[in-house]
């Protein structure tokens, strides 16, 4: 199983989030990481949005925010924008947000 290390890294202005993101599903949900073919980690998130004119990425940005608890606005897709494999950025202080999302990722149900 996956920790939080191998999908956070830290940043200057906060972290990075690696993110597989699948759109147009039923519920939206959050799950653990999992190792993808080429053994990269990703968090794997489902969005109910459909993927078209960005509404999948921003259903993305909103339920991170809903469930960290942080600003909408601390949120941003650093790459991947056209992609369901992403990397959002969470400005803020890196070592005061490590722990934390540590501790979230490691309370996920796994996929």
Not at 22 to 48: E, H, K, M
Not at 70 to 87: E, T
Request: proline letters at 5%; hydrophobic letters at 45%.
């Amino acid at each position: 199983m996956a920790d939080a290390d191998s999908v956070l890294t830290s940043a200057a202005n906060g972290l990075r989030l690696a993110v597989r993101l699948q759109p147009a599903a039923r519920q939206a949900r959050i799950a653990r990481p999992v190792c993808l073919d080429d053994g990269s980690f990703q968090l794997r998130v489902w969005v109910t949005e459909a993927a078209e004119k960005g509404r999948a990425n921003a259903a993305l940005l909103k339920l991170l925010s809903k469930t960290l608890k942080l600003p909408k606005s601390a949120f941003s897709i650093i790459s991947g924008k056209q992609n369901r494999r992403k990397v959002v950025g969470i400005e803020g202080d890196a070592e005061e947000l490590l722990p934390r999302l540590a501790s979230w990722i490691k309370s996920l149900p796994d996929a």
